[in-house]
T-cell receptor, first 115, second 114 residues
Framework: DGGITQSPKYLFRKEGQNVTLSCEQNLNHDAMYWYRQDPGQGLRLIYY???????QKGDIAEGYSVSREKKESFPLTVTSAQKNPTAFYLCASSISPDYSNQPQHFGDGTRLSIL | AQTVTQSQPEMSVQEAETVTLSCTYD???????LFWYKQPPSRQMILVIRQEAYKQQNATENRFSVNFQKAAKSFSLKISDSQLGDTAMYFC???????????FGEGTQLTVNP
């Protein structure tokens, strides 16, 4: 079955440490997205990529970095510059930025906490 | 910039009854798409229903329907015959036809009581 796989499900970060969240999709989608969700809040866009080797900052990109070397993969690195990383992180994909009527498909998320 | 507002942080409904969740948005665009997503306790985001702004007919998906009022920029979700499995956070989302990113509302936590 096609879908989006996020790993790990739970992740702990020490002070000053960078951590990377994995997101893989086998839906052959061009566009991929990273969102952050805090308790009682909606989804805020961190980064998105419309095509391989290209990505754009979202609303809260500071302290995060991404890469898009393969169509299937869009890893998110939470750097030590992100002072409040504790949140639920969701990865999503959509067929193409040219088809905005098509819904985004989401992974099951990664919960990141600070040790 | 587009904004999406869900003014009801929490709602509850008795099983088998009908409930309506509100959503308003702000845009200067004429062509766009609207979505309702559901996030149950498992935290997985699931598409519930979508509406194309150029279509006057309200979208329906089984027990879920929308009331789309383009002039008022309103996009409410009606859930009929509520079931316990409908308990979830519901998010309204907006994207321009030419856009590349969704804008989400803050969410409404719906609890269906037995």
């Amino acid at each position: 079955d096609g879908g989006i796989t996020q790993s790990p499900k739970y992740l702990f970060r020490k002070e000053g440490q960078n951590v990377t969240l994995s997101c893989e999709q086998n839906l052959n989608h061009d566009a991929m997205y990273w969102y952050r969700q805090d308790p009682g809040q909606g989804l805020r866009l961190i980064y998105y990529s419309q095509i391989v080797n290209d990505f754009q900052k979202g609303d809260i990109a500071e302290g995060y970095s991404v890469s898009r070397e393969k169509k299937e993969s869009f890893p998110l690195t939470v750097t030590s510059a992100q002072k409040n990383p504790t949140a639920f992180y969701l990865c999503a994909s959509s067929i193409s930025p040219d088809y905005s009527n098509q819904p985004q498909h989401f992974g099951d998320g990664t919960r990141l906490s600070i040790l | 910039a587009q904004t999406v507002t869900q003014s009801q942080p929490e709602m509850s409904v008795q099983e088998a009854e009908t409930v309506t969740l509100s959503c308003t948005y702000d845009t200067s665009e004429n062509n766009y798409y609207l979505f309702w997503y559901k996030q149950p306790p498992s935290r997985q985001m699931i598409l519930v229903i979508r509406q194309e702004a150029y279509k006057q007919q309200n979208a329906t998906e089984n027990r879920f329907s929308v009331n789309f009022q383009k002039a008022a920029k309103s996009f409410s979700l009606k859930i009929s015959d509520s079931q316990l499995g409908d308990t979830a956070m519901y998010f309204c989302a907006f994207i321009e036809t030419s856009g590349s990113r969704l804008t989400f509302g803050e969410g409404t936590q719906l609890t269906v009581n037995p």
